[in-house]
């Protein structure tokens, strides 16, 4: 089959999905074709994998129970295939006996796997929710049909199939607001992997993966320097990690890394800040990861972290401080909220142990939008190693053209947005060996020192000393985030007075 045919035929596929009564919006059709995807791509690995141990000279014993393995099962409700793709025999099952088989035996029995990380893998996909399955059984003929066509032993369909899926997920970041939580713009997730520069041998870390678009791009990264089969071993089965706490981003995920070539990934279904920071045991050369912001954590939950807040973004930090490798080389890059660069109370304890404790090397502040349509807080992103204790910061201010005040769903933030970040990091990697000056830095770049910092009382805010007096207004969310953080400070302190006024009622 040709690329321009499987293209077409999997888009028709996501159609009749959408059309389907259970599956009318982007978020069900995206859903329902992946975890198709999935056991077709699956079932055919586990035949590579039989295969690969045959020649060794050593058995392998299947994962999938044979009733359940998308080759048996499949053929039994479109008919076998016969001379070729053309025809296939009468089918075993109608459209009821479809439908009880998927929904009775094949959901419950994956949901019910365990005893090995491939089974809890398929287990973590199909339990703890309610499986998206299309209501007519003529529509998940259809769709079997198209996805049973595809053949995952080809480079050509799994590169075709691959690029549709980032399509399908960019289109979910663009059309539900709720795909914020999993889906992160890739020119952002690229700029930050070619900062990190991960290489092989190094273990990388995403405690908060949603569609493993960071660990996908650090494999697509790695791959290049790939030269051995040892270096393929080490990819494959000993480099990546992720975690994500809910089941629908999971899927996604795991879907998203096995066709961008990681057959077995290590997902694991797990809420991340449940961790308790006293007794880390398992710790990472890389972190890089956009963690959840704006949401909150109970009292138990806050009981894991030394520094106590009830907001996911500190914690998020605290977690990856404590998961990065007691190794000079361990260094990190995350998205926050920008409000977390100006915040004090806990956020300023925290940034002051940033400091002291690893090396914030540089700050990239993003234009409004950057995450549009989806989110309108804007964004920063930190890079930090363990090499040393911060003696200055590199900032970087993205800036856009002069006809664009602001990016947005119609102007979305893409890779030539970085061209100049690009340019300011290769500038950096330079003055680190002292072959340049800060001086030879663009204006939309600039130095701060710790000392500086420290004055500030730990607000890391970006205060571009280049742009003239006029310019220097803070933006618009920097104030309302101010406003927010001013408004809960006197929140408390009314509540404290409130309570003090009632004991001394009751004192009298």
């Given at each position: ?45 586990e035949e590579i994998f039989g295969l690969e141990a045959e020649l060794a000279g050593r058995s392998y014993k299947r994962v999938v ?26 089918p075993e099952w109608d459209g009821d006996g479809l439908m009880q088989f998927v929904r009775g035996e094949l959901i419950p029995y ?399």
């Amino acid at each position: 089959m040709s690329r321009e045919q499987l293209t077409n035929d999997i888009w028709k596929a996501c159609d009749i999905l959408r059309r389907d009564d259970n599956c009318g919006g982007v978020m069900e059709y995206v859903e329902h074709i992946a975890w198709l995807l999935f056991l077709k791509f699956f079932d055919e690995q586990e035949e590579i994998f039989g295969l690969e141990a045959e020649l060794a000279g050593r058995s392998y014993k299947r994962v999938v129970d044979e009733a359940y393995r998308w080759s048996k099962w499949v053929p039994k409700a479109l008919g076998s295939r016969v001379g070729g793709n053309s025809r296939r025999t009468t089918p075993e099952w109608d459209g009821d006996g479809l439908m009880q088989f998927v929904r009775g035996e094949l959901i419950p029995y994956l949901a019910s796997l365990n005893g090995s990380s491939e089974r809890e893998v398929i287990s973590g996909i199909f339990s703890d929710r309610n499986v998206v399955l299309c209501a007519s059984p003529y529509n998940l003929k259809d769709v079997l049909e198209i996805i049973d066509s595809i053949d995952f032993k080809n480079p050509d369909d799994i590169h075709t199939v691959s690029h549709i899926y980032e399509g399908l997920l960019k289109r979910l970041g663009s059309e539900n607001k709720m795909a914020g939580e999993f889906y992160t713009p890739r020119p952002i997730i690229r700029f930050m992997v070619e900062v990190i520069d991960p290489q092989i041998g190094e273990t990388v870390y995403d405690p908060f993966c949603g569609s493993c678009g960071f660990l996908v791009e650090a494999y697509s990264h790695m791959q290049k320097q790939e030269k051995t089969t040892k270096d393929h071993k080490i990819l494959q089965y000993d480099t990546f990690v992720g975690q994500e706490k809910k089941a629908l981003p999971a899927l996604l995920g795991i879907m998203n890394m096995v066709l961008h070539g990681i057959r077995v990934p290590d997902i694991r279904r797990r809420n991340t800040l449940a961790e308790n920071l006293k007794n880390v045991s398992e710790r990472f050369d890389i972190v890089i990861t956009n963690p959840p912001f704006g949401g909150k954590e109970n009292a138990q939950i806050q009981e894991n972290f030394p520094i106590k807040s009830n907001a996911t973004e500190l914690l998020a930090v605290e977690h990856i401080i404590k998961k990065l490798k007691l190794s000079s080389k361990a260094r990190c890059g995350m998205v926050v909220p920008e409000g977390t660069l100006f915040r004090g109370g806990a956020f300023a304890t925290l940034k002051q142990m940033l400091l002291n404790d690893l090396n914030l090397f540089l700050v990239v502040s993003l234009p409004s939008g950057a995450f549009a349509p989806y989110s309108d807080v804007k964004t920063a992103l930190l890079f930090f190693d363990r090499s040393s204790s911060t003696k200055e910061v590199l900032y970087y201010e993205m800036s856009l053209s002069e006809n664009l005040k602001k990016l947005s769903k119609g102007n979305p933030i893409a890779d030539e947005h970085f061209d100049e970040g690009r340019e300011i990091v290769r500038l950096w990697r330079d003055y680190s060996q002292g072959k340049v000056t800060p001086q030879d830095f663009p204006d939309s770049s600039w130095f701060v020192d710790e000392k500086t910092l420290v004055e500030r009382q730990y607000d890391l805010s970006a205060r571009n000393p280049n742009r003239l007096e006029g310019e220097k207004l803070p933006h618009p969310s920097e104030l309302t985030a101010r406003m927010i953080e001013n408004q809960q400070k006197f929140q408390q302190s009314l509540e404290r007075l409130h309570k003090m006024i009632i004991r001394q009622d009751e004192a009298l």
